[in-house]
């Protein structure tokens, strides 16, 4: 079968490799229909991931038709259309059990070696590195899917791929920031980041009851889409000289109750903060970018929640803790418990509440996932979203 | 001062009368070993560290002090007595302790059957239960060779505990104990097993390379992890086998 595979820094190519087969009695195979480029794939194309191996198979974002099924699978039966969460769980554990299906204690075969670096393992995920468990992804032909008994999702009918797709990730981690940020009627929240991840959160804020959003970019069409399809009142941060300020001013002197850090360790920004975050990460001295991180934390009301679905894998430096304390934030964080969201969020797309279709900027076949990851790396041809058709 | 210099002397040795001697053997053994090892590329890494960890094993018998058990406050020569009762009192100790979702009952019965037990433990080939209390334990070592013993059951309470200690001409004196506790409301059981082991000089080149690994403590991790993976899930996670654009090369980048 045809796979997309990392080979290093921004070296992606597609490669004939063996075919997916069950290796495990909770197994079930997909022939992938549709498949996307997540922001946090770009994380991996610029190298910033530890424990990635020549030949990986990427993807952590797909749904197709099920074409074998493990001897233990009984939900589910050959030729079912399904979407996979990008966090594989066994939905036995303790974690599992109550819903926190990223942290699950058995889906890790490397769990040892994130223990070593993180105390204690997250789940794994598909293309996601080895930390991660190692498991190819699904920028592929077929993927293997492990406990397929308990993850997968089947698509009522009358659903178009594209309505769905986004379930597998960004949807559900849009929504779980701006749920993690526990919204009351007339909260202000303010979304750091207009890619997909941010549109998802601003839109699912509005869907848990929030009054107003603030979304804040420096890309002049992401912004626009924050506006016309999100509904957000936007900021351009490189606009502002002070964008305390203008938060603080925007919300009549409290600050927003709430904010979301959607960009992650490899945040652009500008002034001080930045240029030292980028000295430093170039001297290896330190691994994650945090200036937007910082802000949300400064520009944050008292009391509020920073919600922080943006991917960071090491060490901060300069964090305001001083700030956070002061003001008794609470800060919430970590990969989505995907499999929580995944039933009610297909109902709200049933149901009309919200169209996912508006993040696609691209379709592409498989063949072009190479350019694809370029173009969504340089963010041209007003790159948002890439669908990919294997 | 003086009382003060005393007390921390004293309190400098923290490792039991026959862990301490066996321990300085069997770093000599190791240290040796390692050295003695093919400085072959690849092999040359690990013989330095087994001579490192033998070196290591030396200081700690001739001092009788452990820095590990110091930075974990865990003085086993109080606790001695005790556990050398249960266990036997052979060499090399390893304890780890796992919380797994499921009934007590369940997870004593799935141990309590020994012929279980190579499922959980990669290192073990089989174990044959001959009658009541008597078991034969097949190890895999090197070059496709095993090791055997035999072992009986020393201590059986439902639910509680399973203890075991091979029986006298084994190819690796050990011993071992597994408790059930049920954890805090709603966190299941946790599983604590403490393994003891010591093997005879004869064959110790092969058989430290295989049954003291690199890493004991890695291994029997490992075994926990997997006894919660087939009670929990009822299967392992594996990417072994599945697809990958790797060629017979592994390179590892970043």
Redesign the interface.
Known sequence: ?K?L?W??KNDV?V?T?????I????DAIIKVTSTAICGSDLHLYN?FI????????LGHEFMGEVVALGS?VKNLSIGDRVVVPFG?A?????YC?HDQWALC?????N??MAEELYGYAPS?LYGYSHLY????GGQ?E?A?V??ADIGPIKVPEGLTDDQVLFLTDIFPTGYQAADNCGIKPGDTVAVWGCGPVGQFAIQSAYLLGAERVIAMDHIAERLAMARDKSHADIVNYEEQDNLFETLKEMTGGRGPDHCIDAVGLEAHGTGLGNIYDKTKELARLASDRSNVLRQAIQCCGKGGTVSIPGVYGGFLDKFPMGVAFAKGLTLKMGQTHTQKYLAPLMERIQKGDIDPTFVISHHMTLDEAPAGYKMFKEKTDSCTKIVLKP | MTTNSTESTKASVNIAGTERWVTAFVGGGLATYGLLRSPAPGNALSGYAMTAAGLYLIFRGATGHCPAYSALGVNPAIEAEETSQKLGDVGIKVTHAV?I?KPIGELYAYWRDFTNLPHIMDHLNSVTVQDGTKSHWVAKAPLGRTVEWDAELINDEPNKVIAWKSLPDADVINAGAVTFKTATQ???TEVRVEISYAPPAGKLGAIIAHILGEDPK?QL??DL?HF??MM????????????????PD?????
């Open positions: 079968m796979a595979c080979y290093g190519q490669s490799v063996p075919d997916s087969t290796l495990n009695p909770r190298g530890p424990s990635m191996e020549k030949g990986d198979i233990a594989i066994c939905g036995n554990c303790y059990q204690d058995n889906s890790n075969p769990a040892l794994g468990g190692g498991y190819a592929a077929y293997r492990p406990f | 919380s979702q709603g966190r299941g890695k991790d490992d992890r919660k993976q929990e899930a009822g299967e392992r996670p594996t990417t072994e086998g599945q697809a990958s654009g790797r060629g592994k390179d590892q980048v970043k």
